[in-house]
């Protein structure tokens, strides 16, 4: 199918969504609502037709809200309703469901056919896809973004803006409060019929004067010959000095995707070093013909060109590909864990539900946690021991978070399973995952070798492990330490009988207590995994971290918050990760300041959720590297000076508030305590829209290897807390230099199409003479 035909046909089903359908939604209670649902006219959120009997609005599913499109009975309300008799096993060839809101929320609907259900689900995936795609260079020449400011604004439906409907709009839809002269400037000069009013043509006009960017023109001028007698309108650059540009400024590499003889894609990097290389950019970014054509790029090319994603502040050779050696043991490596998995509130209510499991998988973590309890009717329940929350059973959140297994990743997933129930139904567990994970579920070793080392993530590519608890003997003695090291209280005590179907699961990870190295090396072999709770840990990193360094070398240790967190609140996982700390467990559930530094971790070699430790922490036993005694040479120093130049399109802190923001930027280092350090830009008054700083920053980074840089923008707020407008954090080693768009993310790490323009310089230390590997 050529690419017309393709779009043609998109076309069409997307209309034909437009048209409308009755779809029949359906609730755990078996009641039915049928809907006439249909997709806006500008393709941005799915609505329905409300019931005449029913005063409230009806709701609207923003496609950017959207997290998942599932067909047939993929979700445990369907299943219930199997169960019930409320459906039939012929029906799910109409059945659909949308999970929204960070899969916290669901719509399950049935359509009046398979052909129905299919169109429905192709074009919302088609419509997710694109989304996911759009960054703000798509968006700032899509007419119908665009347009729908224009019709939030005109109020009494003219199809025209007043010079007051304009100015409302600033305000309340793009956060930026116009000096008076300023607006008047650009309203006359878009207002081409000199009627006092913007029809939608002079609208998209004054949009674009409005976001010009002077901050790209200054640049541009001192990048070009005789630029300061160059205007904003007429400003351009040749392939010449585009050239130079790229080469002297950004040390720019274009990604190059070659096929491998087995089927697959690999990225590699080309500096940009000639001619007819420029001229491709210019294609590519410059929308004006005739400057095309002539090998000219304009300040609207050259904004389109800095906002795409190989100009991106991450470099996409870390970020958007696999690059680390993934045959080492596991225990190399930082392994992306959740606590308490199930949960999508507190830890004392709300409900277990297998949607959480499917938000944590897909959004990279690749090591879940189930706490296994008795059912009443004889099945395993998955809940919280001795609070309010909601069980679910066990075998729900296995089946539905099946099929996202490896969705985001291809190596292995980690079951750390808290078993608290009786013989009869571990043995139903066992039952449970060989069935539904089948020859995924590693039984048996990979080899007949003996446990000298775990295997590697390429080994296990695919496959399930299971960590838990394998034996119940422990003596009085060491009775305390067991309970505080299986994440549990001398209330909620652990199985004391561990079935042998079960039991003959836990192959690579079986839970030990944690002991001091000596009785470590002496009693445990690679397969022996602890767990530390937060407080416990920071005793012991703070006591002995050689001692703990050294065990995970060898062994996979896991640290989790503290059970004070009844708000699901995190520990701060960077202490973990610098005593070599493989499973840093956080509650993805939460939306504090810690989790960004998870997704920043993780945003390395491909988002495959295994990143490979420092080979100062693989090879501690002849580094003795320690977090609290820097030891220079141990890596190789470097200095970042970075300096904040603007922001665009920054949004408002909630969907409630009239009050424009007054934004300013907190850039951090995160790492080893030598390197964590914070500045902070000054307070721009009145202005979300464009906001420019230009503030210039410098870091002095000793583990480069460590840190990471964490972008936070704030909402100045005189009488109150500062609340943070959007975010964004990376490892300093993927970061690109030259001028860079961070491309921020908002709540539940969402991307938003807000930015923050940076320039990047990074310095070595060339007088150390400790090489380190990338």
Partial sequence: MSMNDEEKLVSERLSQLKSGVILVKRKLNGKKYPRRFYLSEHEDYITYEQSQRICRRPHRYNVKDISEIRIGFRSDTFGQLLKTRRIKATDEDRALSIMYNNHRNELHLMAPDKNIRDLWGSAIQYLLDRHSRESLYHLLHKKNWIMKYFHTADTDGSNSLTKKECRRLLTNSLNVKV???IFEELFKTADQSQEGLLSPDEFISFFHLLTRRKDLYHIMQQHIDNGQARTI????????????FLQTVQHQMMTVTTN???GKSELSGEYIERPEQAQKLIDEFELNSELREQGLMSLDGFRNMLL???FDIANPLFTRQIYQDMTRPLCDYYINTSHNTYLFYSQLSGESNPEAYNRALLSGCRAVELDCYDGSDGQPIVTHGFTLVKPCRFESIIRYMEPNLFKTSPYPVILNIENHCSTEQQKEMAR????ILGDRL???????????????PRDLKYKVLVRSRKSAKISELHGLIQLEDDDDSIFDPLSKNIQNDLAALFVYLQNVPYREYEYAKTHYSSFHSSSLAEHRFEKISRDNP?????????RIIRTYPGGLRQDSSNANPINSWNCGVQMAALNYQNEDDIMPLCYGKFLDNGGCGYILKPDYLINAQTTKYNPLNPKSGVDLSETLTLTVISAQFLSRSNATTIDIPDPYVIVSIDGVPCDRQIQKTVVVNNNGLNPIWNEKFIFEIKYPQMALVYFTVHDYNPISVDEKLAHFCLPFKAMQTGYRHVHLRGSNNNPIHSTLFVHVDIEKDCGELFSVRL
């Fill in 308 to 310: 795409s994603s190989e």
């Fill in 233 to 244: 309108e007429d400003i351009h650059m040749n392939i010449t000095e585009l050239l130079t």
């Fill in 260 to 262: 491998t003889d087995d």
């Fill in 442 to 456: 590693i039984t048996k070793p990979l080899t007949n070798e003996s446990f000298v080392t775990l295997p590697s």
């Fill in 432 to 435: 449970i995952l060989k069935e």
């Fill in 179 to 181: 000096p008076d002269d």
């Fill in 546 to 554: 050689l001692d703990l360094i050294l065990q995970t070398t060898w």
